[in-house]
């Protein structure tokens, strides 16, 4: 489906004859995010200012058009897949650090620009910007901020949210607003910039985010705990937590995950990083003053051994802690082998019910008869179940949808949310009534309408409100 001419030359002229594509190749290369969820948009428009995108705006407002906005498509819930006929609004083109100021300690940026890019362009300074989603290579830190991105460092630092200052959104028809400054406080009106952070494109275009930096912290120590059963490596978690240090990292990786890591380091013809002999492992990191970092990972390796590791492998220069870091990063590459599809889920419950949530995991993969390999942020109660699947199977399907959703209504029984820091995009909007109080429910469709009279931005994401699409 493509859009009437008369509306394509409308968009030349707004944003220039480069900005903009229609040829099938581009439809299809922009059809598809992270997920397995595909879908053509009727245009790909590239725009570089913020005019530019409030003219598209307009245009789309007026004839009603969907947009879908586009950081680097890696979302994991089908939010940047295109609906059909829509405009896919690639912002990757708007790619540049506007200004960094020390004395301020905030960062002005324009949404395309990619995470780590930007971690490192601070640290430069002296800086720190701690959200690290573990696609911080490739994804965009208007992505970031319209997922509210979390990433393993969020146990110690907080998610992406926690250090958006400010933002100019274009609202749909084109006007464009302004929430928040620079300062760590305000409280000058209701806080519109927590309202747009997490929205995934629902509400409004994200151009410009001020961002909130540290210092930077001086020294780091690793370790990787090993544990003959799942529920102690569960349970580590809360006692480090007692021991009074609250670590930078405390991710999980059960068995089937050891198991793919240790499949794609043999294929890689890497010596193996540690024995399968081990039902899971735990990867801890603290950061800070040199000493107390040395001083503190001391204390969590005792705590390690007392709460049942069989080995602790402390990492004593940066290569060693190189090669400890690499196991965590090779999760989503290794599990993705584990079959011809997966399905990774993003489930939160309250930090003290991590160890009944893995259980119950557990007890649905056996339920199902399926494979699911579990990794996750256990710090932040948020677990990353990956249901291995072949999607040319109908029948397995049947059983993976199945498990998802009783993997949902664990997470939900126990208290938790259907999801951590992924968002619910395409792809776990029949799912949010559930997930969400009805009222509350009720007061979000009535924020999308008042943003969005016209139901352009991103039609059918996030709350469902055209067709929920679960499947
Ligand atoms: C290997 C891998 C590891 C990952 N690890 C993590 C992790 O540790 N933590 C985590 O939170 N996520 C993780 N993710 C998911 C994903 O990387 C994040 O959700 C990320 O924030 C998406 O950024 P993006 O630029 O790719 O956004 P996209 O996927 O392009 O878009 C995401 C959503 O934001 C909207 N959007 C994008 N830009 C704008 C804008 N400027 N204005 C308005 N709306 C916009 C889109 O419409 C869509 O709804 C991972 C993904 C992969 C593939």
């Known amino acids: 489906m493509t859009l009437p001419t008369p509306i394509l030359n409308e968009l030349r002229a707004a944003i220039g004859g480069d900005a903009i594509a229609t040829d099938p190749a581009t439809l299809t290369a922009y059809a598809y995010d992270g997920t397995w969820a595909e879908q053509r948009p009727a245009v790909v ?3 570089t200012t913020t005019a530019q995108v409030s003219a598209i705006l307009r245009l789309a407002d007026r004839e009603r058009i969907p947009i879908v906005p586009r950081g680097a498509a890696t979302g994991l819930a089908g939010g940047a897949v295109p609906v059909a006929g829509s405009i896919c609004l690639n912002l990757a083109r708007m790619n540049r650090i506007l200004s960094i100021s020390a004395p301020d300690s905030v960062v002005m940026t324009q949404p395309g620009v990619i ?63 302004r929430t928040g400054g620079r300062t760590i406080k305000n409280v000058s009106g209701y806080n519109l910039t927590q309202l747009i952070v997490g929205s995934e494109g629902t509400l409004g275009v994200v151009t410009e985010m001020t961002l909130q930096l540290i210092p930077r912290p001086i020294a780091q120590a690793t370790a990787l705990a090993a544990f003959a059963k799942l529920p102690e490596a569960c349970e580590a978690v809360g006692r480090i937590l007692a021991s009074g240090i609250t670590p930078l990292v405390t991710e999980l990786m059960d068995h089937e995950v050891m198991r793919a890591i240790a499949d794609l380091q043999q294929s890689r013809g890497q010596p193996p990083a540690f024995s399968l002999e081990a039902a899971a492992l735990l990867l801890v990191a603290v950061d800070g003053d040199k000493n107390a970092v040395e001083c503190d990972i001391e204390v969590i390796a005792d705590v ?27 999760v989503s590459p290794a599990v993705i082998r584990l079959g011809n599809s997966r399905f990774g ?52 399907m049947k059983r993976v949808e199945a498990a998802s959703h009783a993997i949902f209504d664990a997470a939900i029984e126990l208290g938790g949310a259907i999801s951590g820091e992924h968002g619910i995009g395409l792809l776990k909007t029949g799912y949010v009534p559930k997930s969400v109080d009805p009222i509350a429910l009720e007061m979000m469709r009535q924020v999308k309408k008042l943003f969005d009279p ?11 409100v055209r067709g929920a699409v679960t499947w």
């Open 45 to 47: 428009l590239h725009p």
């Open 115 to 177: 995470t780590a890019a930007l971690q490192k362009a601070v640290e430069t300074q002296g800086l720190f910007y701690p959200p690290d989603p573990a696609s911080l290579h490739m994804c965009t830190i208007g992505g970031n901020v319209s997922t509210n991105a979390g990433g393993p460092r969020c146990l110690k630092y907080g998610v992406t949210g926690d250090y958006v200052l400010g933002l100019e959104v274009v609202l749909p028809g084109g006007r464009v607003m």
């Open 304 to 330: 390690l051994r007392q709460s049942g590791a069989t080995s602790v492998q402390r990492a004593r220069s940066p290569e060693e802690a190189e090669v400890l870091w690499e196991i965590r990063r090779s």
């Open 345 to 396: 889920e993003d489930i939160v419950v309250p930090r003290g019910q991590i160890p009944q949530m893995v259980a119950l995991v557990k007890q649905i993969a056996q339920k199902y008869d399926l494979t699911i390999a579990v990794f996750g942020h256990i710090g932040d109660g948020n677990l990353h179940p990956n249901i291995i699947c072949d999607r040319r199977d109908a029948e397995m």
């Open 454 to 464: 016209n139901n352009i931005m991103n039609p059918g994401k996030k709350l469902g």
